[in-house]
C-alpha cells in the first residue's frame, strides 16, 4: 500500500542547531505539504511543493526551508532550532486538482 | 484569503447524543470543503468531502455534513455519538485562488462522556 513516512518520530535538540525532518510518499504525488500543529493554532501550513526543484512559503516559513530533489521527498530544516518551534510537525501528499491530503504520523520536536 | 472558523474549541456530548460540530467558511464558495479527524498521536484522515456535486455529504463512521451557502457553513453531524468518536476534528478549505493545498480551522476537540 502506499504511503507516507515521517522520521524521527520524536526529536529532543538544542536551540541553535540545524535540524532536518524527514518525509517520503510512496503516492507518486506531484504535491507535498509540511505543517505544524500547535494547541489553539490548528495547522499552519510552513512550506509546500508542487513538483521538483518548486518549493513556496506558506503561513508560517520563517525559521525553515524544503528543497525538492525528487517526487518522493521532502525534507523540512530548521536553519537553527528556536524554543517556539517546539512542535507536532505534519508531512501530507495529495495529487493535482483533487484537493484530498495524506497525512503522515507527525514528528513531535522539541527544542531546549 | 480563503479561511474556516470552527465554532467552540471543544464539544462534550453524551454516548449516544447528537454530534454538531460547526465550521464556517469565508465569503467567497470554495470549490471544495473537508472535515478531517485526528485520533491521539496519529496523523490526519479524511473523513468527509464537498466539491458542489451535492449539499449533503456522507462520510465515513456515520458522519456526515451540509453545505449551506446562505449561511456560509459546512457543519459536521452524527445521529449518535459514540466512544469512539473522542478526538480532534478539523473543518478545511483550498488555499487562496483554489490552489492545491489546504488551510485548516483550529480544530474542535470531541469528548465523549459514557
Known amino acids: 500500500d502506499a504511503e507516507i513516512t515521517q522520521s524521527p518520530r520524536h526529536k529532543i535538540t538544542e536551540t541553535g542547531r540545524q535540524v532536518t525532518l524527514a518525509c517520503h510518499q510512496t503516492?507518486?504525488?506531484?504535491?507535498m505539504f509540511w505543517y505544524r500543529q500547535d494547541l489553539g493554532h490548528g495547522l499552519r501550513l510552513i512550506h509546500y511543493?508542487?513538483?521538483?526543484?518548486?518549493?513556496n512559503k506558506g503561513e508560517v516559513s520563517d525559521g525553515y526551508s524544503v528543497s525538492r530533489s525528487n517526487t518522493e521527498d521532502l525534507p523540512l530544516t530548521l536553519e537553527s532550532a528556536a524554543s517556539s518551534q517546539t512542535s507536532v510537525y505534519f508531512c501530507?501528499?495529495?495529487?493535482?486538482?483533487?484537493?484530498?491530503?495524506?497525512f503522515g504520523e507527525g514528528s513531535r520536536l522539541t527544542v531546549l | 484569503a480563503q479561511s474556516v472558523t470552527q465554532l467552540g474549541s471543544h464539544v462534550s456530548v453524551s454516548e449516544g447524543a447528537l454530534v454538531l460540530l460547526r465550521c464556517n467558511y469565508s465569503?467567497?464558495?470554495?470549490?471544495?470543503l473537508f472535515w478531517y479527524v485526528q485520533y491521539p498521536n496519529q496523523g490526519l484522515q479524511l473523513l468527509l468531502k464537498?466539491?458542489?456535486?451535492?449539499?449533503l455529504v456522507k462520510g465515513i463512521n456515520g458522519f456526515e455534513a451540509e453545505f449551506k451557502k446562505s449561511e456560509t457553513s459546512f457543519h459536521l453531524t452524527k445521529p449518535s455519538a459514540h466512544m469512539s468518536d473522542a478526538a480532534e476534528y478539523f473543518c478545511?478549505?483550498?488555499?487562496?485562488?483554489?490552489?492545491?493545498?489546504?488551510?485548516f480551522g483550529k480544530g474542535t476537540h470531541l469528548i465523549i462522556q459514557p
Open positions: 478545511a478549505v483550498p488555499l487562496e485562488g483554489g490552489a492545491d493545498g489546504l488551510t
Open positions: 503516492w507518486n504525488h506531484n504535491n
Open positions: 501530507a501528499s495529495s495529487a493535482a486538482r483533487t484537493g484530498e491530503l495524506f
Open positions: 465569503s467567497s464558495v470554495p470549490p471544495y
Open positions: 511543493s508542487y513538483g521538483v526543484q518548486d518549493t
Open positions: 464537498y466539491t458542489s456535486a451535492a449539499t
